[in-house]
């Protein structure tokens, strides 16, 4: 331990052990008692003891301070020291010497105190006992100190983390146990258990044995964990002994703590040591999944289905189940549900999810949401089912849309009902739209495809859609779009995509005149995806400037909201890259061009939103890059007119990027920076564009020098980071020039230095004289910028997060508490 | 009468209103088929801005709210007091050969060149002359006031909120203003002949009780039917003829809107018209209040059910501002008052966003510089948020602003500084929402050939699609955002979840889904019991029963009230129970027989005869050919024409008995 932290130690013990000076920070002792366990890790806790009494005085004084008078927080506190010092068996007998362990953990201690009641405290007994448990010695302490019936109780605590903790330790204690008799299963057939271990295992088994659903539950919990964190063959063992029980729950009606029996067989299911043997494991789960209930079955289809070595015909059955309700819907809508196979599989208990759909409005959109999400997840995965029913899937999605915006018109009463439940319904539709935007990767019929778009410009055209929904619509139309991987220049063909876009942009245009921010902002990014993808396309290029579209856009960065200002921002940069911009009647494409540089440029120096000059600055960064046109017309009237204000701007993150358009320009002058590992293959150099003395008079005349040196000593790291890359990397670019230095010319350098350290110091506002490219180079030269790249990687609280610190922290809030009490009289 | 027995007289409320044919079957004879509509004719005229004249004459089907006209009875013992809770007033207009002078032809319609005229609320099922009361709910259903009030000799008391009279008022004035700007000498009546109604092509055909139209009342009569209304206000209780207690609740539609309890000691009926609990300007809506209600009479919910206002409110803003930016202009066609509020104080916040901040826009009505301040004014009907700017001090409505800021700008018509104002690309408010009269229908000539403009339609009161029927071929774009803030199936649903009544009574078509929606099983009443629904013109009886009557029986014989000075109740004194009764004295004791006969022999009487029957005696005077029939608890004197004669024994009998 550091010495200082040593010296301090003691006074924070006294505060500790000081009824009357309370810790207000809690926080406070959670980071001390990850101190003293990175502490302990690395050495001997008995030694540490034995070089600070102050601990084990601290912790007498806990147990022989009256139980009222302790704090529940450093009563907690001490409990998970002392545990933590426990883990050691050496320290565990020094502890046990004094009793101090069996006064802290026994039944006499903190368990029969009134302070009991508090959670902190029962939270803190748990994980103190979860400390010490960790060798021999400790499993004959729990065992004799009554711990393990302790725990049992604490399984049913009114506090959730408390019970979860107590269960979390059984298993633990079980493991430990267990430890020794990994090695022959056989020999633990019986009662060849470990004393401790069959206490649980006792207890478990009369859990399981229960009436009362909570104790199954607690029973179930325990036994999920077991199977989740044990993977040792006597897991096996167990299984066997207690599987039949678990399956003896599925003949209760109904049946109790369904949700955690499906956590305990995914978590049987996925141990690797059921990977080859059966144990009957895949019968419970195939009764399991025909009578839970089809909202309960669902977590355990989907879990069954994303196992590596389920038996096929489990698999059938559980995609069975997820399927049933989008098959019902399908049915009772009069749409032909699918291939015959698929429908076959799904008629097994179609009527049990036929009346929860139809029981409740409630109950109707939960399963559907639930099933929708399920099938979402499942179908990005390696494991979802070869025979995945792309078809049947996009109608059930379609129809679920279609039932939402009340346009379908079923014939039979259970489509009628379904119609009621769903109509405007916005968490279905949210749910339907994800899912349909996942299915744009398959193959789907252009009848299909047709539907999909019709339905998807439907929920755009509506104006019941909330925008959420219309979000999510955007969403999903710009996948289906673009994964129907039909470009628009088949517009001709009359396939649906293209045709579709005529349509859409009409919905475009209306949706950029929404009163509701969220779905202009909605509508712009969609623009903007769409365009990135597909500006480049005729017909696109076409449907797009024969609509208001990028009149409408150019007028969204004036809007009144921030964030929209911001998309149009991207929008506009994205069009104008494209040379899609708004040409407006009366005036040339080029008028148009100036105007939108000259509006961005006011946006960037004027807005007083940081959203909007964040985009601006991304897109300025990107035609610099991409040689925008009108940017590659004047590259340095560019540059020097954005760098002023991007440097002057109060948001970080503009600044950031300003100093990235500046190393995109640098690149474009000087060349790209040398590669850093020395193998690798790269071009013979190629000569910089410009003679460096030009290039490096340019850079002063531009103030960029004066931009990076600034950002060096910038209050944000990210900027001063990026600023000091910047700078290395022209510091190693001008290497070649440094013979321009001649000697005596020093002093130069001298007032440079002096202006950067009053900027260090925090004095911004002190000007830098019009910089050469000598003092340039001298500067860059003299700086130890490698040193200040190493010290700006560190995390800014380094420093303040020693342990040391987190000392004098404790005991200066203490302090500060004490002046306020004298203040008090 | 038994000695010690009190017989209490009743309040007269049984002599109230009478069904003027008893014989009306349950469904309405006229047409089955239509309940819940009624039709409406309106002419319009095509007016050049600068020179008006009449051009288009049309018959426009009007679907009427459902069923806000209703007739709900409380039936207390076996008095009936039918308290009318509001009338729709829905202008409706009239159809070949021998009136081809009436007819007009237009893009395949034919309409009826006419002045317009408008269908009456319903007036054979009551004689209206015999109604005491009626409450008008909200100022959209009190457009047929002036026709009651003034030709039917009705009498009672009108009750309404004091917003609902003022806004009331405005809108007849619009109305009758917009129908004397374009005075047309006669009405086209040939059509209406039934022989040829049945040979014109729909909707005139259609078209029931044309014979009962009448023209547009004038502005004297809207005066002296407002004189009639007693003002009332939120949670007042008032009482009718001590028999039930009337009070109307804040329902958050319009300002001023009212629903109502009628209660009696025992029972409560709520009467729940056009209410709302979206956010708008008005006051919320009082749900507490109709908790524990025996029957909720439901009416008034949307007409557009699958339209929701917040989407409509973002397709009217995206649409307009759409074609002010392409230079085109905008036409709204309102009412004075109500959602027009709404929509001002949305686009206040929105023509910034829009960039529409140049844009004016023009509120032309003749009521509505009137319309903008009375909403201004009238704080306590106003919504929370509303209220508590009054004290700030600042308008409650952001139209002050828009108005001081010229961006709105309000003309009584479109000549005088109108025409010295307008400037396009602009949006203009203005009425009538029918189309077929009012400034609306220059702005319709102007701008109905331009692909540019765009006419929206928000009320939704009338198919647009009917409504522009006169002006095809359009080349103007038409959008309809109808919005409609009233109850909806869900928020139905929830208020009587919250509410609990014990029965549900509602229009026949709130049962089922609309016609065009069968499917839609969303959009009816869902509530346990099962509504109980009715038709138009069927006369339900609440289901309850009364048992308990409370009664407050004094020690002392009460003061004798003095006699009332003229006719109030003018009509009641030939009716079966005069309308005195209530002031005579009470009586008690018995009539022993055998005095009753000598006393009748004192007096003149011979030939008398006693017969003992089951419940007391008959006492037979042959030459008089009279009957005293003397019962337990009542004496009936029978005598044919000879009121005389009655009057004398009548004193006789009430000799032996005791008055107090």
């Known amino acids: ?825 | 009468m038994v000695p010690g027995k009190t017989t209490l007289p009743m309040m007269p409320l049984g002599r109230g209103a009478r069904r003027k044919n008893s014989q009306l079957p349950r469904r309405s004879r006229r047409q089955p088929a239509e309940t819940g509509r009624r039709f409406l004719d309106l002419r319009s005229g095509e007016v050049d801005i600068k020179h008006p004249k009449v051009r288009h004459e049309t018959v426009l089907p009007v679907r009427a709210p459902n069923l806000t006209m209703q007739y709900p009875q409380v039936q207390i013992n076996h008095h009936y007091a039918r308290l009318w809770t509001g009338h729709d007033f829905y202008p409706q207009f009239p159809s070949f050969a021998t009136c081809s002078k009436e007819l007009k032809e237009c893009s395949g319609h034919v309409f009826v060149d006419s002045v317009p005229e408008f269908c009456l609320p319903e007036t054979e099922l009551i004689d209206l002359s015999t109604v005491d009361v009626i409450l008008i709910s909200n100022y959209h259903c009190m457009m047929a006031l002036p026709y009651i009030t003034e030709h039917t000799g009705f009498t009672g008391t009108v009750y309404a909120t004091e917003p609902t009279v003022q806004i009331g008022r405005l809108l007849m004035e619009e109305l009758v203003n917009f129908i004397e700007r374009v005075p047309k000498a006669q009405s086209a009546s040939l059509w209406k002949n039934k022989d040829i109604q049945r040979l014109l092509p729909s909707p005139l055909k259609d078209a029931v009780e044309v014979s009962t139209w009448r023209r547009c009342y004038t502005m004297q009569e809207v005066n002296s039917a407002l004189s009639k209304i007693q003002l009332v206000g939120y949670s007042q209780k008032i009482e009718l003829f001590g028999a039930v207690q009337v009070t109307p609740l804040s329902s958050g539609y319009a300002l001023g809107s009212s629903n109502w309890i009628i209660q009696s000691h025992y029972e409560k009926v709520s009467y729940v018209s056009g209410s709302s609990l979206l956010t708008t300007h008005p006051q919320p809506m009082d749900q507490t209040s109709l908790k524990n209600s025996d029957v909720l009479v439901l009416t008034g919910l949307t007409q557009i059910p699958t339209a929701n206002p917040d989407g409509m409110v973002g397709e009217f803003c995206s649409n307009l501002a759409l074609t002010v930016r392409n230079g085109g202009n905008v036409l709204v066609p309102c009412y004075p008052s109500g959602v027009i509020y709404d929509l001002l104080e949305c686009l206040y916040q929105y023509i910034d966003s829009a960039g529409l901040s140049s844009i004016p826009f023009y509120f032309i009505s003749p009521v509505a510089n009137s319309s903008l301040e009375f909403s201004q004014i009238f704080a306590e009907w106003l919504c929370h948020n509303k209220q508590s700017k009054v004290y700030l001090p600042e308008p409650p409505f952001p139209h002050a602003e828009l108005i001081q800021t010229n961006k709105l700008k309000h003309y009584p018509s479109i000549h005088g500084d109108f025409s010295n104002d307008f400037r396009q690309p602009c949006v203009v408010f203005t009425g009538h929402p029918s189309l077929r009269f009012g400034d609306v229908v220059h702005f319709m000539e102007l701008w109905g050939k331009s692909s540019l403009n765009t006419v929206i339609f928000t009320e939704p009161d009338f198919s647009y699609l009917e409504a522009l029927a006169p002006y095809q071929p359009l080349a103007m774009k038409c959008i309809y955002c109808p919005i409609d803030t009233r109850l909806n199936f869900i928020q139905v649903s929830k208020l009587l979840k919250e509410v609990q009544p014990l029965h549900v009574v509602c229009p026949e078509q709130y049962t089922q889904p609309p016609p065009a929606q069968s499917h839609r099983m969303d959009l009816m009443i869902d509530c346990q019991p099962p509504p109980m629904s009715y038709r138009r013109a069927e006369v339900l009886a609440l289901p309850f029963k009364r048992r308990y009557e409370k009664i407050e029986i004094m020690p002392e014989p009460p003061p004798r009230p003095a006699q009332p000075t003229s006719g109030k109740k003018r009509k009641r004194v030939s009716d079966d129970v005069p309308d005195c009764q209530v002031l005579k004295p009470l009586l008690s004791g018995s009539i022993p027989v055998e005095q009753f006969v000598q006393t009748l022999e004192k007096h003149g009487f011979s030939d008398i005869k006693v017969e003992d029957t089951a419940k007391g005696h008959i006492v037979l005077l042959q030459e008089a050919e009279t009957l005293i029939q003397i019962e337990e608890d009542s004496t009936h004197i029978i005598c044919d024409n000879d009121e005389m004669l009655r009057v004398r024994l009548r004193d006789l009998v009430l000799k032996f008995l005791q008055k107090f």
């Not at chain 1, 009662?191 to 659903?213: F, G, M, N, R, Y």
């Not at chain 1, 819907?329 to 036929?354: F, K, W, Y």
């Not at chain 1, 995109?664 to 293959?681: D, K, M, R, W």
């Open chain 1, 1 to 825: 331990m550091d010495p200082e932290c040593a010296r301090l130690l003691p006074a924070l013990c006294a505060v500790l052990a000081d009824p009357s000076q309370a810790v207000a920070d809690d926080t406070c002792l959670e980071k001390l008692l990850d101190w003293f366990k990175t502490v302990t890790e690395a050495g001997s806790s008995l030694l540490l003891l034995q070089e600070n009494p102050c601990l084990v005085d601290l912790l007498t004084h806990v147990l022989d301070l009256k139980p009222q008078n302790v704090s529940p927080r450093v009563l907690s506190f001490s409990l998970c020291l002392a545990g933590t010092f426990a883990a050691q068996e050496d320290c565990f007998e020094y502890l046990q010497q004094g009793q101090l362990l069996l006064g802290l953990f026994g039944e006499a201690g903190p368990l029969s105190w009134a302070a009991w009641s508090v959670p902190i405290v029962r939270s803190g007994w748990i994980r103190g006992l979860r400390s010490l448990a960790q060798h021999p010695s400790a499993l004959h302490f729990l065992g004799d100190s009554g711990a393990v019936d302790a725990l049992f109780s604490l399984q049913g605590d009114s506090s959730l983390f408390v019970a979860s903790a107590a269960s979390q330790l059984l298993v633990h204690i079980l493991a430990l146990s267990m430890q020794g008799k990994a090695a022959g299963s056989s020999s633990l057939q019986g009662s060849a258990w470990p004393a401790c271990a069959q206490k649980i295992v006792d207890h478990v088994e009369a859990c399981l044995c229960s009436t009362a659903a909570p104790q199954v539950t607690q029973a179930l919990n325990v036994l999920t964990t077991t199977f989740g964190r044990c993977h040792n063959p006597w897991t096996e063992v167990l299984w066997g002994q207690l599987g039949p029980l678990v399956a003896h729950l599925l003949e209760n009606e109904p049946i109790p703590a369904a949700h955690s029996l499906v956590d305990l067989l995914l978590s049987v299911a996925r141990s690797p040591v059921f990977a080859s043997a059966d144990c009957g494991l895949w019968e419970t789960t195939a009764r399991m999944l025909s009578c839970l209930s089809p909202s309960q079955a669902g977590p355990l289809a989907l879990g069954t289905l994303k196992l590596q070595n389920c038996p096929q015909a489990l698999r059938s059955q559980a995609f069975g189940v997820l399927l049933q309700p989008l098959v019902c819907i399908l049915r009772a809508t009069a749409q032909a549900p699918g291939p015959p196979g698929v429908l076959d599989e799904t008629t097994e208990g179609s009527s049990m999810t036929v009346d929860t759909l139809l029981s409740s409005k409630s109950a109707c959109v939960g399963l559907l949401c639930q099933t929708l999400a399920h099938l979402e997840e499942l179908q990005p995965l390696p494991q979802r089912p070869l025979h995945w029913p792309q078809t049947l899937l996009v109608e059930a999605a379609v129809i679920i849309l279609k039932l939402c915006e009340g346009s379908v018109a079923p014939s039979s009463s259970e489509g009628g009902r379904l119609c009621g439940a769903l109509a405007g319904c916005v968490r279905v539709q949210r749910a339907a739209l994800d899912f349909l935007g996942t299915l744009s990767q398959g193959a789907t019929s252009q009848e299909l495809m047709l539907q999909v778009f019709a339905v998807l410009l439907e929920t755009l055209e509506s104006p019941a859609s909330s925008p959420t929904v219309l979000k999510k619509a955007f969403q999903a139309t710009l996948r289906w779009l673009l994964d129907s991987s039909l470009p628009p220049s088949s517009l001709d063909l009359g396939l649906p995509a293209p045709l579709f876009l005529k349509e859409l942009f009409p919905v475009l245009q209306k949706r950029l005149c929404s009163p509701c921010w969220e779905v202009r902002d909605s509508a712009l990014e969609f623009l903007t995806h769409l365009t990135a993808c597909w500006g480049g396309e005729a017909d696109f290029r076409e449907v797009l400037l024969a609509s208001e579209v990028p009149k409408l856009t150019w007028q969204l960065l004036r809007d009144p909201e921030s964030y929209v200002r911001a998309s149009a921002v991207t929008a506009m940069g994205r069009l104008s890259s494209q040379g899609l911009q708004a040409a407006s009647e009366s005036s040339g494409h080029l008028e148009v061009q100036q105007g939108l540089v000259g509006e961005l440029l006011h946006i960037l120096s004027v807005d007083s939103e940081g959203f909007p000059r964040r985009a601006v600055a991304r897109v300025f960064t990107e035609w610099l890059r991409d040689s925008h046109a009108d940017v590659a017309r004047d590259t340095e009237w560019f540059v020097a007119t954005v760098l002023p204000m991007v440097s002057r701007d109060l948001d970080w993150e503009v600044r950031a990027q300003g100093l990235e358009l500046v190393q995109v320009f640098l690149a474009q002058t000087l060349g790209q920076s040398s590669p850093h590992c020395p193998y690798v293959v790269t071009l013979p150099k190629a000569s910089p564009p410009s003679p460096l003395p030009e290039v490096l008079r340019t850079l002063c005349q531009l103030q960029v020098f004066d931009f990076a040196f600034r950002a060096l000593f910038d209050c944000d790291r990210p900027v001063a980071q990026k600023a000091c890359d910047l700078l290395l990397f022209l510091k190693d670019k001008t290497a070649p020039c440094s013979g321009l230095q001649e000697p005596g010319e020093s002093s130069d350098v001298t007032s440079v230095e002096a202006t950067l350290q009053r900027w260090q110091a925090g004095e911004q506002g002190q000007p830098l004289s019009t910089l050469e490219p000598k003092e340039v180079l001298a500067a860059l030269r003299s700086m130890d910028l490698e040193g200040l790249q190493s010290r700006l990687a560190e995390s800014s609280d380094h420093v303040e997060k020693s342990p040391q610190s987190l000392l004098q922290d404790v005991l200066a809030t203490v302090a500060v508490l004490e002046e306020n009490v004298a203040d008090c009289y």
